[in-house]
């Protein structure tokens, strides 16, 4: 039953990762091509790319973001995976205008940050000021937002976007679970969320560290979608470090054993609504 479908994002990078951390970690352009299209052919729908620059911090320049793209293309022609461009930024490094900058490349989905929260040792910032410029943003170039809620008066934040039509059916929500400053990544707390979400809405969940298997797990269970990667968790198990591919190929696997198919980049198109 195409119902029982799973969305599988990867999200390959991440704003704050080092090759010190896990020398698998993609951080170039080209890496995150080839980790891109590896996590493809394993069964990833949809890819959420942070970009670095030659330092290794991250940047949010649009040259960046579209070399990626242009890389996957060019490696893989016939490659159709659906790209998440983050808006996110990271603390310090980029402002809020340069944050939007991404969008205007027209990726079919970008993050949407649904509010401020402590996040590890900083304030991640979302003012509402920002919310609103990003939100037209979106709408102006036709891109999905990936509603990303830290916490659930994250779902209210985006209640005002849903009703003025900013946002249209079907609504993307992507749970960010277990960063430290914000919910917990529990099953309840994710049956809470899930069960928060205005109609017309679709979940998928992430989870920090060594949750982020378990909450992939529940979502498996529960009916809801599946982001993995390195953004999110370094290791595949305790001490051993994992690889992008090496974690969506367990996850499909996994999905896979309990009748979860993941949905085709095609499929995923259908069911979000894109293009
Ligand atoms: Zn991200």
Not at 57 to 80: F, K
Not at 183 to 195: D, G, N, S, Y
Not at 228 to 240: A, K, M, Q
């Amino acid at each position: 039953m195409d119902g029982d479908k799973v969305i599988v994002s990867a999200a390959l990078t991440g704003s704050a990762g080092t090759k010190a951390q896990n020398p698998a970690l993609p951080i170039t352009p080209e890496e995150i091509a080839t980790d891109a299209i590896r996590c493809w052919n394993l069964g990833a729908a949809i890819v959420h790319i942070h970009v670095r620059g030659d330092d290794g911090l991250v940047s949010c320049d649009p040259a960046l973001y579209d070399r990626v793209r242009t890389l996957i293309r060019e490696q893989s022609p016939d490659c159709d995976l659906i790209i998440n461009m983050s808006t996110g930024g990271g603390a310090g490094v980029t402002g809020d205008a340069a944050r939007r900058e991404p969008v205007k490349l027209r990726p079919e989905i970008a993050s949407f940050d649904a509010g401020s929260v402590n996040f590890a040792g900083r304030v991640f910032v979302n003012s509402p000021q920002f919310l609103d410029a990003l939100a037209d943003d979106l709408a102006e170039y036709n891109v999905k937002p990936e509603i990303e809620c830290f916490e659930s008066g994250m779902i209210e934040n985006a209640r005002p976007y849903i009703a003025s039509g900013a946002f249209t059916p079907p609504y993307w929500f992507q749970f960010v679970l277990g960063i430290r400053g914000a919910a917990p990544a529990t099953v309840k707390q994710l049956l809470h969320m899930a069960e928060q979400l205005p109609p017309q809405s679709l979940w998928s969940v992430c989870a920090i560290g060594r949750a982020q298997l378990p909450m992939n797990l529940a979502a498996l269970v529960i009916g809801g979608h599946v982001r993995t990667g390195l953004e999110d968790n370094h290791y595949l198990s305790r001490d051993v470090k994992a690889t992008n591919p090496q974690l969506v190929e367990r996850l499909v696997r996994l999905g896979r054993e309990i009748g979860r198919e993941p949905a085709t980049p095609a499929e995923t198109r259908q069911i979000l609504g894109l293009g």
